[in-house]
């Protein structure tokens, strides 16, 4: 069975800390990860995707990779009571199309 | 723009009822996914569809059975509808091809069963 690991939280950060989001996963076939944040009562949408090990920058967010650790992170900078939410971690196997395995989320509270 | 609809926001069904959930995309993609979304289990992956007529079980396909006779709809069936089905159900769409497979979510539908 496939897994992708989060914990739950809640995480509280203040506003402006960088909050820190962790995913452990354990098909060390898959290729690529993504990163979903999902309002409450919204569905879900994708923030970043990384294939590569290593750091991925887009604005406030950062996507890390470490394959041989089989371990995600998603760094917010500058956090802001908007990114108060759920971040879902997905993988992508290698050798069977385009299906993600999910992790159960961890939910984000930015406080002010 | 992206979209992918799916038919209702919420339903309301008794024990035992036969329930069709619709998903319709306009991105012409192939692969298209049903899951069920619970507090604290996050998405688990019900069935999926790479092509018309050919649909494949996730990690829990019990008690439920798809369709997909077009392209663009793919639709989840709930055979005998039971209260443990109660959850909220997510479509989406996926392209093929390449590493950055983004999932195009449906704005859920939320299934009550009574």
């Known amino acids: 069975q496939k897994e992708v690991e989060q914990n739950s939280g809640p995480l509280s950060v203040p506003e402006g800390a960088i909050a820190s989001l962790n995913c452990t996963y354990s098909?060390?076939?898959?290729?690529?990860f993504f990163w979903y944040r999902q309002y409450s009562g919204k569905s879900p949408e994708l923030i970043m995707f990384?294939?590569?090990?290593g750091d991925k920058e887009d604005g406030r967010f950062t996507a890390q990779l470490n394959k041989a650790s089989q371990y995600v992170s998603l760094l917010i900078r500058d956090s802001q009571p908007s990114d108060s939410a759920t971040y879902l971690c997905?993988?992508?196997?290698?050798?069977?199309?385009?299906?993600?395995?999910f992790g159960g989320g961890t939910r984000l509270m930015v406080k002010p | 723009d992206v979209k992918v609809t799916q038919s209702s926001r919420y339903l309301v069904k008794r024990t035992g009822e036969k329930v069709f959930l619709e998903c319709v995309q306009d991105m012409d993609h192939e692969n298209m996914f049903w899951y069920r979304q619970d507090p604290g289990l996050g998405l688990r992956l019900i069935y999926f569809?790479?092509?018309?007529?050919?649909?494949e079980k996730g990690d829990i396909p019990e008690g439920y059975s798809v369709s997909r006779e077009k392209k663009e709809r793919f639709s989840l069936i709930l055979e005998s509808a039971s209260t443990n089905q109660t959850s909220m159900y997510l479509c989406a769409s996926i392209p093929s091809g390449g590493l950055s497979t983004e999932a195009f979510f449906g704005q859920g539908t939320r299934l009550t069963v009574v």
């Open positions: 098909d060390r076939g898959s290729q690529s």
């Open positions: 990384i294939y590569s090990n």
């Open positions: 997905a993988a992508s196997p290698n050798n069977a199309g385009n299906m993600l395995t």
């Open positions: 569809s790479y092509d018309v007529k050919m649909k």
